[in-house]
């Protein structure tokens, strides 16, 4: 388990709570409202040049994790071209 096992115990015991992580605010949220109008302009946009237009305006994170955060958050639109599994990866 990776755990000491006193550490353990006293998770069982009671005598301890177990500290829930922070999860890491995400750097694409700045972004979305601005990379939803250009996919609203242009349909066919690739996510390479959405990606490469961010980078300009201060995203600071990597390709794979920009087209997954465009998946996450357009799920519950219509995926344009550009926002599919595989489009745009080429750049």
């Known amino acids: ?3 000491d096992r006193k550490t353990i115990r006293a ?3 009671g005598e301890r709570a177990p500290r829930q992580r922070r999860q890491a605010p995400d750097a694409f949220v ?3 409202d601005y990379c939803r109008q250009r996919v609203a302009d242009d349909p066919h946009l690739w996510a390479s ?5 961010v980078v ?3 995203y600071r994170g990597a390709y794979s994790t920009f ?7 357009e799920s519950s639109r219509t ?6 599994r595989g489009a745009g990866i080429a750049r």
């Open 67 to 73: 087209t997954g955060a465009l998946r996450r958050y």
């Open 1 to 3: 388990m990776g755990r």
């Open 56 to 58: 300009q305006l201060g």
């Open 11 to 13: 998770h069982l015991n």
């Open 30 to 32: 700045p972004f979305l």
């Open 49 to 53: 040049t959405l990606f490469d237009e």
């Open 79 to 84: 995926a344009s071209p550009a926002m599919r």
